[in-house]
Each structure stands twice: as structure tokens, then as C-alpha cells.
């Protein structure tokens, strides 16, 4: 038996195999079905460095050999999610720091598999929607974050698959009238306006959107852009909003660099610390107290967070098993797994996303040896 998968190296992605030995260490699972994300094209730009060659972080996958260790045991044939986060090992992300899921079969070690990362779930829906589960699941995270808050206002910045999924929420919360959203380009502005959010009022970022959107109190702001922007958007949006509102940064945050002119390392700790969230056990910064001198200012609040909890995954699950057509339109593009290695390079060579006619939000990834569940 081979395994078949992409490598991501010199800026270019190939498909390459290597034989399966019998004697695996971990968790040997064959993968169904996996979605490109917003995170993963920022890599194949170049935009982020990650260490692993093997990206994918969301998708669905089934037990290739029974498994029994130390208490823990698997089925050969049982479906699952993959948790990419493990929040007992900041070792262990998913197509990050250990390869991921654009590959036919993947071994989970362990470790991770002994900390919770494997979700048996009983799949019944199209292996396209698996792709979802993960974005929905940090949906519903960043929408928890901010429910203290009780906001009269949302501002979405960053038309990405997060963005536009928590618009989608809020919609089913009949919040949609008092959400904007802040694209990038006008491409995302276009795609989401027309297809999947028409009753959101929709901006491109330009110098003063954000300022001009950000004119009232109890306002939740919520980050989703590329990383090698975010410190820049996190300091505009803290000089521009006003009190009784919480802003939720869920993009990657350069810790390196500075917001509003100070260390950034205390925002990205706080978003660290805030890795698969459950219940209330979220951290909170002032931000008159670290990003502002404006000492009138004193009742905004930042927070991050990476990753979702296995039980936020599930809730995304049911979510999406009761709501199918309202997220089918987040998946713009459907790619079998043997060509898929010049569709990611098309998105290299590309300058606006668009492949086929179409901008790419989420792109799912069927492996022709698993769709059949």
C-alpha cells in the first residue's frame, strides 16, 4: 500500500508517494475528504512560514486499522474529524508544525491521539461539507467570546471562509442587519455581497472604512485577515472604536512586530493562551491599560484565539447538519485529489484568487480512493 501526497517546497506543489509500512506508529486514518483554507493559501504565497511540507487542517477521515492503546480505541472503518489543535501540545497543529491532510492516508501519533485530537462522529452528510466543521467550529467560538459584551454592532474585517461564516450565524440570529463586513479586495466584496451574505452591508478596506464603522459603542469587532496585516488592522480598529466594545482578533498576530506602537507579544499571548476555549475560560486584555493612551477610553477589551474545542467541532457538526443549504455556497470549488497539485499551483501563480471564473473561498478536496462512505 502507498500513500499519495502533496509537497509543498520551492514555491511549487507536486504530488509524490511513499510506501505504508506495516508497522505504524499511531493512528493510521485514510483521508475522505479535506478543505483548502485562507491559512493555507497564505502559505503557498509566502505570505506565512510554516515547518511542515504537507499542508491541510480541516476534513474527514476514516479508521484504517483498529486501534488499542492505553484505553484508547478505534475501529478500522469508523469516520472521524481530526482536531488540527491539540491544547495539551503546542507541538501538534495540523498542516502547520506535523503534515496534514492533502494526502491520502495520514498517521496521527500517539500522543495527539491520547490528548483527544480523534472525534468519532457518525457522518451523514456529503464528504463536501466536512471541510466546514472546523472554520464553523472557530465561527462559533469567536461569536461566544464577545456574547458578555451583549454588542448592538459587528464589524467582520476580512471577507475570508470565517468571516463570512460568522455573517452567516448571525444571520440565523436575525443579527444580520446590524453586521458589516470589510473585504480586502473587491473580488471577495463581489462574490459575498451577491451570493452569500446579500443582506450584510459590504465595504472594501480603504483608509477611514474602518473608521467610519467603528463610530458607536457596544460594537464587537471581529480580525480575520492575513497575518502580514493584522497588527496594522488590530491598531487602527483599537484607535477608532469606542467604549463598551470587545474586539476579537482571530488571525495570526506577528509577535515580533508592534500594535498602536507597542509590543504585539502581549495580544499574541493572549490569543495563545486562548487555544480551544471551553466555557468561559476566556482571557480578556484592557486596552487602555497596554494599546491606548487615551485614558477616556477605558472600557474596550482585546482578545484572541486559536483553534476550537472538540465540542465546539460537534456544535459545528449539528449546526451544519440542520443548516445545509445556507452553508453550501461557502464552497466555491471541488477538486479530486490526483489533480489537485496544479490547482493549488494555479492559486500560487494567480493574482486574485480567481481560478475557473470564479474567486476561491473554500475548495474541497475529494479523495477519489474515499468518498464512499
Do not use: W
Amino acid at each position: 500500500m502507498k500513500n499519495d501526497y502533496i509537497k509543498f517546497i520551492g514555491g511549487i506543489c507536486r504530488t509524490e508517494s511513499i510506501p505504508i509500512t506495516t508497522n505504524v506508529e499511531g493512528l493510521l486514518i485514510r483521508v475522505i475528504a479535506s478543505g483548502l483554507c485562507g491559512t493555507d493559501i497564505q502559505i503557498l504565497k509566502g505570505i506565512r512560514n510554516e515547518k511542515t511540507e504537507i499542508l491541510g487542517h480541516e476534513g474527514l477521515g476514516m479508521i484504517e486499522n483498529d486501534y488499542n492503546k492505553n484505553g484508547y480505541y478505534f475501529k478500522r472503518g469508523q469516520t472521524i474529524f481530526i482536531n488540527p489543535t491539540d491544547r495539551h501540545d503546542t507541538h501538534f497543529l495540523l498542516g502547520h508544525n506535523i503534515p496534514g491532510l492533502f494526502q491520502k492516508y495520514i498517521t496521527i501519533p500517539d500522543s495527539a491521539v491520547q490528548n483527544g485530537v480523534i472525534i468519532p462522529i457518525k457522518y451523514t452528510l456529503s464528504p463536501l461539507f466536512s471541510a466546514l466543521i472546523e472554520p464553523i467550529a472557530v465561527a462559533l467560538t469567536a461569536l461566544e467570546t464577545v456574547e458578555n459584551f451583549s454588542p448592538m454592532y459587528y464589524v467582520i474585517i476580512g471577507g475570508g471562509i470565517v468571516g463570512n461564516l460568522i455573517g452567516k450565524i448571525l444571520g440565523l440570529k436575525r443579527k444580520a442587519s446590524s453586521l458589516s463586513l470589510v473585504h480586502g479586495s473587491n473580488q471577495s466584496m463581489e462574490m459575498s455581497q451577491r451570493i452569500m451574505l446579500p443582506s450584510v452591508k459590504h465595504f472594501v478596506n480603504d483608509k477611514g472604512v474602518i473608521n467610519n464603522l467603528l463610530k458607536n459603542e457596544k460594537t464587537a469587532v471581529f480580525i480575520t485577515t492575513p497575518k502580514n496585516v493584522t497588527n496594522s488592522v488590530v491598531s487602527t480598529t483599537i484607535c477608532s472604536i469606542q467604549n463598551n466594545s470587545v474586539i476579537d482578533v482571530i488571525s495570526g498576530i506577528d509577535s515580533s512586530g508592534s500594535i498602536n506602537a507597542k509590543s504585539a507579544s502581549l495580544l499574541y499571548n493572549t490569543r495563545a493562551k486562548n487555544i480551544c476555549l471551553e466555557n468561559d475560560d476566556v482571557s480578556y486584555l484592557q486596552a487602555n491599560k497596554y494599546y491606548l493612551d487615551d485614558t477616556e477610553k477605558n472600557s474596550i477589551f482585546l482578545t484572541g484565539h486559536r483553534g476550537a474545542s472538540n465540542k465546539k467541532m460537534i456544535e459545528a457538526f449539528s449546526l451544519l447538519n440542520k443548516n445545509q443549504k445556507l452553508f453550501h455556497d461557502i464552497i466555491t470549488h471541488v477538486v479530486d485529489f490526483d489533480h489537485f497539485s496544479n490547482f493549488l499551483n494555479e492559486i500560487i501563480s494567480s493574482k486574485n484568487r480567481v481560478i475557473n471564473g470564479k474567486y476561491v473561498l473554500k475548495t474541497v478536496i475529494l479523495n477519489s480512493d474515499g468518498i464512499n462512505l
